[in-house]
């Protein structure tokens, strides 16, 4: 992911990670905030990073159904609340990372 000064052509700022990569349908939306919402779309993941290029929350898209199953998203844009009148703003609240030593998902 870049950012890339649009009259200088200067590299503003760069997210890289391991395995981090979609040959089309993704994005990246600058969030108000500073972090950035991410989207690898050929792999259904969607995540947000800090401009210290931490992960502050990720959705991984379950596969599809049919003939052709796919986790692909095209793209994702974080909206305003003030976009949605008729839903109350909800009070976001921090959540405490599971330790990996003893969390795993029920098979």
């Known amino acids: 992911v ?16 391991p395995n981090l990569y979609s040959f089309n349908i993704s994005g990246a939306q600058r969030l108000p905030n500073g972090n950035t919402l991410i989207t690898e779309g050929t792999t259904g993941r969607v995540f ?21 199953p796919s986790t692909a998203i ?4 974080r909206i305003p609340y003030g976009w949605l009148p008729q839903v109350a703003r909800p ?8 330790d990996p030593a003893s969390f795993h998902v029920p098979g």
């Open 91 to 98: 009070k976001e609240l921090p959540v405490a990372r599971p």
């Open 74 to 77: 095209y793209r994702a844009y």
């Open 2 to 17: 870049l950012e890339i000064d649009p009259v200088t052509l200067a590299l503003v700022w760069s997210y890289a990670a």
């Open 48 to 68: 947000e990073v800090t401009p210290e290029k931490a992960i502050v929350w990720e959705y991984l898209a379950p596969p599809s159904t049919g003939p052709r």
